[in-house]
Structures are given as structure tokens and as C-alpha cells.
């Protein structure tokens, strides 16, 4: 979902559950796209990544899919832990190698024990 | 390091007054970005370096921003006559290409009194 000031989308689960984080892009331009996770005070931490050209990339404990029809991007992630509390942002690129990445508003996953 | 590194990681200005921000990139990275996030919100792009010109500024919000990069690793972020607004986290970013993954810092949180 959309956040509105400094309310970010939030979603709740329990420890050993899997995620599912969403994210709408605005471009269909856009040809490469990235999953970020930012802890309180740090720099965002790279996830994983994925080309337009692909419909679905797996990592480890993690899985992008990417719809282009509809312009969506989402993020799963396999049994989580404490650790995977944080901010997740969305990324896209226009490609042309020039420009720097739009970031989607975020969303905080809160992990229950 | 091994990472992006940004000095200072905290600034604290009286308005009106000059700030320079320094990033140093990963290692033989040739495309260097620089981010602002305000709180609640997901980095918003200012400005991208590929070696040492500016290939893209289409972010910076006014002309009291400039960024340079002069032997195409080291970048500073210059911002003339701070205003409050101004205040925000700035990071900095590196990728080995441009459209590639990219590593953030843990950045600079400058904050105008």
C-alpha cells in the first residue's frame, strides 16, 4: 500500500512465518528493480535484484517476483526471523545507465515472536 | 574498507552556513550516487557520477547543491547557505556499472538549526 507522511505500510508476522512485501512501480520504462532492507540508523542493505526480462529470481530464504503487466514487484522471504525486522523499500531503474533509482515509500515488517 | 564510507556521520549546522559531505566509494566502482531521506520516506535520488563527470544532476533540488568528483573516486556533496529543510539523512552509493547492484553507506545525517 501507499504511505501517507511518515506512516509507513506495516505488516505484522510471526517468527517462522513467511513475508510478503509488495510494491506498485511507476515506470514501464523501467528495466531492473531491487529489493533493499534499511535497519533503524544504517544505509539500505542490498537484497536482491532482478531484470525485466525475468519474472522471478530466488536468493537465499528470499524470492522476487516481478509483474510487469501490472507494474508490480514482490518480495518473499522463507521463515522469518528476528533479524528480518526492518524497512524494505522497492527500487527501480529507467535504465540508460544514467539515472539513479526511484525508491518505492517503504514498508516496515514487524517480526512477533 | 570494504565498504562505502560517509564522513561526517553526523552534522549539525547553524542555517545559512556552508556543508561539505564526503563519500568514498568501494573500490574500483565507477558509478557513484548520492540520496537524501527525510524521515518516513525512501531515498529520493540527487545526483549520479559515472568516473569523474556528472552524468546525471536531474535530482539536486536548487543551485545551492553541487557535487564533485574530481579523480573519480572520492566525491564530496557541497550544499551553500544550509536551510533547515535541508535537514535530512544523505547517503551515498556505489556500483562497479551503472544499472548494476549498488552498495549504500551508512550516511550523513546533517541537521540544520
Known amino acids: 500500500g501507499e504511505s501517507v507522511g511518515l506512516h509507513l505500510p506495516t505488516l505484522s508476522v510471526q517468527e517462522g512465518d513467511n513475508s510478503i512485501i509488495n510494491c506498485a512501480y511507476s515506470n514501464s520504462a523501467s528495466d531492473y528493480f531491487i529489493w533493499y532492507k534499511q535497519e533503524s540508523g544504517k544505509g539500505p542493505q542490498f537484497i536482491i535484484d532482478i531484470r525485466s526480462n525475468m519474472d522471478k529470481r530466488q536468493g537465499q530464504r528470499v524470492t522476487v517476483l516481478l509483474n510487469k503487466t501490472v507494474k508490480h514487484l514482490s518480495l518473499q522471504i522463507a521463515a522469518t526471523q528476528p533479524g528480518d525486522s526492518a524497512v524494505y523499500f522497492c527500487a527501480e531503474n529507467t535504465g540508460g545507465g544514467a539515472d539513479g533509482l526511484t525508491f518505492g515509500k517503504g514498508t516496515h515488517l514487524i517480526i512477533q515472536p | 574498507g570494504a565498504g562505502v564510507s560517509q564522513t561526517p556521520s553526523n552534522k549539525v549546522t547553524e542555517k545559512g552556513k556552508y556543508v561539505e559531505l564526503r563519500c568514498d566509494p568501494i573500490?574500483?566502482?565507477?558509478?557513484l550516487y548520492w540520496y537524501r531521506q527525510s524521515l518516513g520516506q525512501g531515498p529520493e535520488f540527487l545526483i549520479y557520477?559515472?568516473?569523474?563527470?556528472?552524468?546525471?544532476d536531474s535530482g539536486l533540488p536548487n543551485d545551492r547543491f553541487f557535487a564533485v568528483r574530481p579523480e573519480g573516486s572520492v566525491s564530496t556533496l557541497k550544499i551553500q547557505r544550509t536551510e533547515r529543510g535541508d535537514s535530512a539523512v544523505y547517503l551515498c552509493?556505489?556500483?562497479?556499472?551503472?544499472?548494476?547492484?549498488?552498495?549504500f553507506g551508512q550516511g550523513t545525517r546533517l541537521t540544520v538549526v
Open positions: 552509493a556505489s556500483s562497479r556499472q551503472p544499472n548494476t547492484e549498488a552498495f
Open positions: 557520477f559515472q568516473g569523474t563527470g556528472a552524468a546525471d
Open positions: 573500490s574500483g566502482h565507477t558509478a
